[in-house]
């Protein structure tokens, strides 16, 4: 029932925004509800299922024409490649955001997640007043990232002292209550970038219903909205799934070129000389695992390719630095 409040809210959106539409809404707000969650495989079987059920109906895509153009400035700015999947994925996640307070970003290390939620944020804060899509004004955006898994139950919601019988404001709290008393209009997104588990967030059901408050062991009730940032929903409960949205971002939608050219826009001038040479050389050699490595040690948790690029990246300035630096003594004491 909630997936289907979802399309029904997402169908009322666009009617407000286009009267004359009849089932195209339908197909346009199954689409918006869907889509974000699917793996890439799973949405060829989807538009053909959405397909049968509409045959004769040619949907039309909204146009999120500055919103667009805003993240792929936002991009630019943070110094990242404005790949189109990428951009594509920001969109949904923004319609993901209007019409559900409780919303997880899924997917493995290196799919881009928190990039998304800080090139969306940065972009819709830019056109702050400006009319949006989905109807009304966009909102400047303040985020606030927290890993529940660092703290305990008593640090995370808070906690009473059965001795002195006070109560003790959690970090949670104690940021809800602020972002809840401030004076500025801005939308605050609270993400929880780690694990989903029952441990800590069967908490936050009552927030993620309908109701949208948080409850408290004082008995104090806090208005918010969440954000969850996690690789994957392997002991999340269905109650918890069941009551957030979906956006599943795969590494496949940035691949390793973007990866490549950022790198390059950053590497220290004493190797801007070579930066087409490596260019090259890091599309042959870094899609495979690195054989130094798995010679010297035992690896002992699963690594993604995208994960043995990062490293390769972050280690080959500091060589290449020591090296010259090396080069360089030499040259100044040849005898040595």
């Given at each position: 029932m909630r997936a289907v409040k979802t399309v029904i809210s997402t169908a009322g959106n666009l009617k407000r925004e286009n009267p004359t539409m009849n089932e195209l809404i339908c197909l346009q707000a199954i689409r918006d509800a869907n889509v974000p969650k699917f793996l890439q495989d799973d949405l060829t079987l989807f538009n053909g299922i959405v397909s049968d059920l509409f045959p004769k109906i040619r949907e039309k895509s909204i146009d999120y024409g500055i919103l667009e153009e805003a993240i792929r400035k936002s991009c630019i700015k943070k110094d990242l490649k404005d790949v189109d999947d990428f951009v594509t994925k920001c969109i949904q996640l923004y319609e993901t955001t209007v019409v559900r307070h409780g919303l997880m970003l899924v997917g493995p290390t290196g799919s881009g997640k928190t990039k998304s939620y800080e090139v969306l944020a940065a972009a819709v804060t830019s056109l702050k007043g400006q009319p949006a899509a989905s109807g009304g004004n966009y909102e400047a955006v303040s985020y606030f990232?927290?890993?529940?898994?660092?703290?305990?139950?008593?640090?995370?919601?808070?906690?009473?002292?059965?001795?002195?019988?006070?109560?003790?404001?959690?970090?949670?709290?104690?940021?809800?209550?602020?972002?809840?008393?401030?004076?500025?209009?801005?939308?605050?997104?609270?993400?929880?970038?780690?694990?989903?588990?029952?441990?800590?967030?069967?908490?936050?059901?009552?927030?993620?219903?309908?109701?949208?408050?948080?409850?408290?062991?004082?008995?104090?009730?806090?208005?918010?909205?969440?954000?969850?940032?996690?690789?994957?929903?392997?002991?999340?409960?269905?109650?918890?799934?069941?009551?957030?949205?979906?956006?599943?971002?795969?590494?496949?939608?940035?691949?390793?070129?973007?990866?490549?050219?950022?790198?390059?826009?950053?590497?220290?001038?004493?190797?801007?000389?070579?930066?087409?040479?490596?260019?090259?050389?890091?599309?042959?050699?870094?899609?495979?695992?690195?054989?130094?490595?798995?010679?010297?040690?035992?690896?002992?948790?699963?690594?993604?390719?995208?994960?043995?690029?990062?490293?390769?990246?972050?280690?080959?300035?500091?060589?290449?630095?020591?090296?010259?630096?090396?080069?360089?003594?030499?040259?100044?004491?040849?005898?040595?």
């Open positions: 990232v927290l890993n529940p898994k660092s703290i305990t139950m008593g640090q995370l919601y808070g906690e009473f002292n059965l001795l002195t019988h006070e109560w003790t404001d959690g970090i949670l709290s104690s940021l809800i209550r602020q972002g809840a008393a401030a004076t500025d209009t801005s939308k605050k997104w609270y993400m929880f970038d780690g694990p989903v588990d029952a441990l800590w967030i069967e908490n936050m059901n009552t927030v993620l219903d309908d109701n949208k408050k948080l409850c408290l062991s004082s008995g104090e009730i806090i208005n918010m909205t969440l954000m969850f940032e996690v690789q994957d929903l392997a002991v999340a409960s269905p109650a918890t799934v069941s009551r957030c949205g979906m956006v599943y971002l795969e590494p496949s939608i940035l691949g390793l070129e973007p990866l490549i050219e950022c790198w390059l826009q950053k590497i220290p001038g004493i190797m801007q000389p070579f930066s087409q040479q490596l260019n090259q050389k890091a599309g042959q050699e870094v899609k495979t695992e690195p054989r130094g490595l798995s010679c010297f040690s035992t690896v002992k948790m699963v690594v993604l390719g995208m994960q043995w690029e990062m490293a390769a990246f972050s280690v080959i300035p500091s060589l290449v630095i020591i090296a010259c630096r090396e080069a360089r003594r030499k040259q100044k004491n040849p005898r040595r």
